[in-house]
């Protein structure tokens, strides 16, 4: 595998001004870099670090989830995960990077495995609509929920587990499910268990958002019939990188700790804009990732700091046309990370038009737009003095996006040991979920709902 490249000038102030750092910034924090890279990488595989340990898994482990994924995709027409947060967007990120971009609208014969549908919200009429496009007879569906007890993924198991039932009998329709959970705990894995649906485990200690090189995103790639072997091989090869001491040569360690500083020195936003469409989901991956384990009320000393530096997700070369402006000019209060890809796939020739209309573009290639369209975006930033970095994909492939996952991953844990606050907790997240399940009535949760009934009722601001 070709290495990502990380070309952090733009975050120096040689380049950027007052806004960068020094190279004294960055060489005078090697001994407290070095600290850092010993404590997280000491906490390998274990606790909340075990997702560390994903792309080791036992060979044999991974040739039974390639071969389930063949013999599902021979049969089926569709392949539906039920899920939210990581158990989606991990999924949904990898294989639109992965598949063909209209994978869904090719026609039979030149579609190589089923279409793909992911679904982690709960709108009623998302749901009528999936059931007005897939054939239940033909149809395979992942329900993933690493506790067994998320309500909106629950919601979906329950209706569409009666709908097969109906259609094709209840032993027939145990055979379209598959569920991914923590084995022996929640109330899914009871009823799986119960019911004999097939069933992928999720280690105790691998967080959702930290779960994609797992059951929770193999299986769907398996299906998609993308190399699972390559994908581990390249996570294998970024974790080397990612646990040297030597933070001058670990990509994670030493931007978590430019995003870090940056957001000390105001830097509140951070703005992932892949220029390939491939990537575009990418930018969803990492909001989840770097806003829900950063973004915490409580240090580790149990001070109050609420941290976290706001995730946004941006497209080039169309958010150019609708955020870049506010980037450029607005408050100095972001840093920018562009994804940049050297080889495409493909690509296509602007005509040698005899139209009088776009001279300089004739006989180039949209490849060469596109990577006009980034420096240029680069270049304006750079101008205004705003921070930016472009992390450099040779090509867009299983290995190269499995190395890119396991980055972010290490570069998230990083920035929360540099902040010193438990980056694998969700407390915000669980305190929503208490409440719904109170509001739903579920047994267990009824001070819960006392609580939230002690509320003012008497809402008087409307227009």
Known sequence: MTKLKFDYNNMMSAMVGTEGF??????????????????????????????????????????????TGQEIAKSASAWIVFGIGGSALGPLAVAASLLHLKHNDLPDAKRKAPKLYVEDNVDPERMNALLDIIDLNTAYFNVITKSGETSETLSQFLIIYELLKEKLGAD?????????????????????????????????????????????????????????????????????????????????????HLMVEAYKKGKNISVMMPYADSLKYMADFYCQLWGESLGKALDLNGNTVNVGQTPVKSLGVTDQHSQVQLYTEGPYDKVVIFLAVEKFRSDAVISDSSLDVGGFLKGRTMRELLEAERV?????????????????????????????????????????????????????????????????????YEEKLKEIKSKPKNKKYFI
Not at 30 to 35: G, I
Not at 184 to 202: Q, W
Not at 218 to 228: C, N, P, Q
Not at 238 to 246: L, V
Request: charged share 20%; net charge neutral; with cysteine.
């Open 172 to 256: 027939q329709a145990k055979k379209r499910i598959i569920v991914t959970t923590t084995i022996g705990k929640g109330s899914l894995y009871t009823a799986a268990a119960k019911e004999g649906f097939k069933i992928y485990g999720v280690g105790t200690g691998v967080g959702g958002r930290f779960s994609v090189l797992s059951p929770v995103g193999l299986l769907t790639f398996a299906v998609m019939g993308i190399d699972i072997h390559t994908m581990l091989d390249g996570a294998r090869k970024m974790t080397e990188r990612c646990i040297e001491s030597n933070y001058t040569q670990n990509p994670a360690l030493l931007t978590a």
């Open 22 to 67: 020094s190279d004294s910034d960055l060489f005078g924090a090697s001994d407290k870099l070095a600290s850092a890279a010993d404590s997280v990488v000491s906490k390998k595989g274990t606790g909340w670090q075990e997702w560390t340990e994903l792309p080791y898994a036992p060979k044999a482990e991974i040739d039974e989830i390639v071969k």
């Open 376 to 444: 240029a975006t680069e270049f304006a930033l750079k101008k205004a003095d705003r921070l930016n970095y472009t992390i450099i994909f040779p090509k867009v492939d299983a290995a190269v996006i499995g190395g890119f996952l396991t980055y972010l991953m290490w570069q998230t844990a990083y920035a929360g040991h540099l902040l010193n606050i438990d980056t694998f907790n969700q407390p915000g997240v669980e305190e929503g979920k208490l409440a719904t399940f109170a509001m739903l009535g579920r047994n267990g």
